[in-house]
């Protein structure tokens, strides 16, 4: 944090007041701004491996795209879990909301999807951003994807209540709310409850759904992604 003192510059005599406080306005705003969170440039080399695959054997446009963060990347069975729909996986692991879509021109677009799914958020609530923070970052991925991509559908897979980090469930259940809210008001998008069917009798996580860091899914976890998220596609 910048001190207070070393903000403020000294005003000239005769400086009008108007003047003075619109500037000490403006220097108030980013001394005490929140901090930044994420750095999409760390990703630079595993979205430059994608181009790389991508150029040596393009990926098949009007696919189902699937990106986001870790839980999208060790989907190993993805196309086995569709084999009736053509998908993309592009996920990347520990990423954020705003990760991706700091990448949609490079990782989205070029694809011209038939359809996004998008995992996202768990990350950005372990690092203290807000449920409406992450709410806002996903309003810019749809809105940098439309910009290009004005038809595709565009579905959020809720973001999931693990053991690792079940203290954070308020957060993300209002995240999931506030997502879900946005998604029935939009065309084209689609809010997928995974959430639930995640949970056992007792309202906490299913432990025999998750590997051994208590955070990521097994392949129990991922049969039950498979069930409920296959609702949601397309006809193939």
Request: glycine share 8%; hydrophobic share 45%; charged share 25%.
């Amino acid at each position: 944090m910048i001190p207070k003192r070393a903000c403020l510059p000294r005003m000239a005599v005769g400086t009008p007041i108007r003047m003075m406080k619109l500037l000490l306005a403006i220097l108030g705003a980013l001394c005490f701004a929140s901090p930044v969170f994420g750095d999409p440039a760390k990703w630079e080399k595993e979205i430059a491996a994608f181009e790389r695959a991508d150029a040596e054997n393009p990926p098949p446009r009007g696919a189902v795209l699937f990106i986001g963060s870790s839980s999208i990347r060790l989907w190993k069975t993805l196309a086995a879990d569709f084999p009736g729909h053509r998908v993309i996986n592009r996920g990347f692991g520990g990423s954020e909301m705003g990760d991706s879509a700091a990448f949609v021109d490079r990782i989205v677009v070029p694809y011209a999807p038939r359809m996004i799914v998008i995992y996202a958020g768990g990350n950005d609530i372990n690092a203290k951003k807000t449920p409406q923070r992450v709410v806002e970052d996903f309003k810019t991925f749809v809105a940098k994807a439309r910009a290009k991509l004005p038809d595709v559908e565009i579905a959020f897979i809720s973001i999931a209540g693990n053991p690792a980090r079940w203290e954070q469930v308020a957060q993300v259940r209002e995240a999931n709310r506030l997502i879900e809210e946005v998604t029935r008001a939009g065309t084209g998008l689609k809010f997928i409850n995974t959430f639930d069917a995640m949970l056992g009798r007792d309202g906490n996580p299913r432990p025999e759904i998750f590997v051994q860091d208590r955070l990521h899914m097994n392949e129990k976890g991922y049969v039950i992604w498979r069930e409920v998220i296959g609702k949601f596609l397309p006809k193939p």
